[in-house]
């Protein structure tokens, strides 16, 4: 199945999903909810992004309890010194790193 195809089908599903529930209008998310097959993993973490991306930047520091970002501030810190570095922030979130990174190396 495509990407196109697996968006397109969770859409759907999505649609069928709150259609059969009058009233509510997120995504509820249950442990073990959408596991039986590989299209509704793909639906489940779709709807589980969608639900927690605006959200993410405080999730993360309410998890860490506001210690993420000394963590990352003495991550960069711990970084050499150099002229014009590669960087390359894998997996980077929503850019926090990312833009430390710049300001540590603005070239």
């Known amino acids: 199945m495509t990407i196109k195809a697996a968006t397109a089908r ?9 259609a059969t529930r009058p009233g ?5 998310l249950k442990l073990g909810d959408h596991l039986d097959s ?5 639906f489940y973490n779709t709807q589980l992004f969608t639900e927690i991306a605006p959200r993410y930047d405080l999730i993360t520091r ?5 210690r993420d970002a000394l ?5 960069i810190a711990a970084l050499p010194s ?3 570095p590669f960087c390359l922030d894998l997996a980077c ?3 926090d790193i990312t833009v430390l990174l710049a300001h540590k190396y603005p070239r």
């Open 24 to 28: 509510a209008s997120r995504f509820t």
């Open 93 to 95: 979130g929503t850019g």
């Open 71 to 75: 963590w990352k501030k003495d991550l």
């Open 10 to 18: 969770a859409s759907r599903e999505r649609q069928d999903h709150e």
């Open 82 to 84: 150099l002229v014009e």
């Open 38 to 42: 590989a299209d509704q993993k793909r």
């Open 62 to 66: 309410a998890l860490s309890f506001w």
